[in-house]
């Protein structure tokens, strides 16, 4: 005789049909709100955004495992956590018609062809001699300066300014090509793609534009890369419409914290890259003297061989693009800042690849680290959370 099933169990427990009903739904309920369930985190996200004073902590929380990827939450979410999005939902509208007007300036003054400068200028000069001249008569014909003629070498010269930022945009255009290409998104050949890949090119052109002291650093299009994405891909059109002037924002918002990791002269400085990367090998050392002293000492591994691009590029290149959205997840929700929890997941890498690296010697631990394996990136931020309960 076969044993009864639980579900058979159930049913002989029952009353009646009432009872079957109210019972099932009482299972529904508990999967529900289960705080496990998809459905539930997503009604939890919905509750937190639509509160008309959003507690930061709370949505901080929340992210910190993992943002539901339905209904535009992520979008939505970042924005807040970022400081793009107020937290008083009704100041939104008029923030986000502010922030993309100033965009919008920003294209017009800086994305320009150097020949309708001189044209507007030229048409300035015009309307000036044409009211002297309405005034006191015919004037002498009006000549382009020397600052506007193209062979100038003034750096005053709209032409000069106009070949610098040619360079500039050259170099930003051979790195946004190269920005993942095995997604259709970036570098599909369609008009979408292209559509996504001038997007990229003009943010950062504009970020470089207003940065003189960085300017634009290779790498910076993979940075940048998962906030247009991630935008881009929202369910609510109006949105979707501006994503090229929200990513701009929130991307100088990110680079904030970063920003000293792209200057080259602040490199060797208290918050210049290297300094960083110290404190990354400084934590292994506190939670792993044995495989810190492997790499540093015994394999003699530098770690600005592998840990450069790991911290400068906030592990895009490290994971899949779905690992690193969720690991972006818990950067940009962490109350003390992305860079604080980075170092900590910089360090769990090390640490779940333990066994491999006090095994392998200078070859073999670089060519790990420099091309990381596939990982469960739960478990992984699961490991860099436990580093910061050892503090």
Not at 169 to 191: L, S, Y
Not at 205 to 228: C, H, S, T
Not at 305 to 314: G, K, M, N, S
Request: with cysteine.
């Amino acid at each position: 005789m076969r044993e009864r099933s639980s579900e058979d169990k159930t049913i002989n427990t029952m009353q009646n049909a009432d009872y079957s009903e109210q019972s099932s739904d009482a299972d529904e309920n508990k999967v529900i709100k289960s705080p496990s369930s998809f459905d539930y985190r997503v009604t939890l996200f919905n509750t937190e955004l639509s509160r008309r004073r959003i507690h930061l902590a709370e949505l901080q929380r929340l992210s910190s495992q993992g943002i539901p990827d339905t209904g535009g939450i992520r979008a939505t979410t970042w924005k807040v956590l970022l400081g793009f999005l107020p937290r008083n939902r009704d100041d939104w509208a008029t923030e986000l018609e502010k922030k993309r007007a100033t965009y919008a300036v920003f294209r017009e003054e800086m994305i320009i062809n150097p020949s309708e400068v001189t044209r507007r200028k030229e048409e300035m000069e015009a309307m000036k001699a044409a009211e002297l001249e309405a005034l006191e008569g015919p004037l002498q014909r009006h000549e382009i300066s020397h600052d506007d003629h193209p062979l100038s070498l003034g750096s005053k010269s709209v032409w000069h300014q106009f070949f610098q930022d040619t360079e500039l945009a050259e170099q930003i255009n051979r790195d946004v090509k190269r920005t993942h290409p095995d997604m259709p998104f970036f570098c599909g050949d369609n008009d979408s793609a292209r559509e996504n890949q001038e997007a990229l090119k003009r943010i950062l052109f504009i970020f470089a534009k207003l940065n003189p002291g960085i300017r634009y650093v290779q790498g910076m299009n993979e940075v940048l890369a998962p906030l247009y994405y991630v935008f881009k891909t929202d369910i609510d059109e109006s949105n979707v419409k501006h994503a090229e002037e929200d990513s701009f924002f929130c991307f100088v918002e990110l680079l904030s914290d970063f920003r000293d990791h792209f200057c080259q002269q602040l490199d060797n400085s208290a918050v210049g890259i290297r300094s960083t990367i110290l404190q990354m090998t400084q934590l292994l050392r506190k939670h792993d003297e044995e495989l810190w002293r492997h790499l540093e000492i015994t394999s003699k591994v530098n770690p600005q061989f592998y840990a450069f691009r790991w911290i400068t590029l906030l592990l895009t290149q490290e994971f899949n693009f779905a690992d690193s959205i969720r690991l972006w997840d818990s950067l940009l929700s962490n109350p003390d800042g992305p860079l604080e929890i980075l170092l900590r997941v910089c360090c769990s890498m090390l640490l779940c690849l333990r066994s491999r690296l006090l095994a392998g010697d200078f070859t073999t631990n670089l060519k790990l680290l420099q091309h990381y394996p596939s990982v469960d990136i739960n478990r992984l931020l699961k490991v860099a959370d436990d580093l910061k309960e050892l503090k």
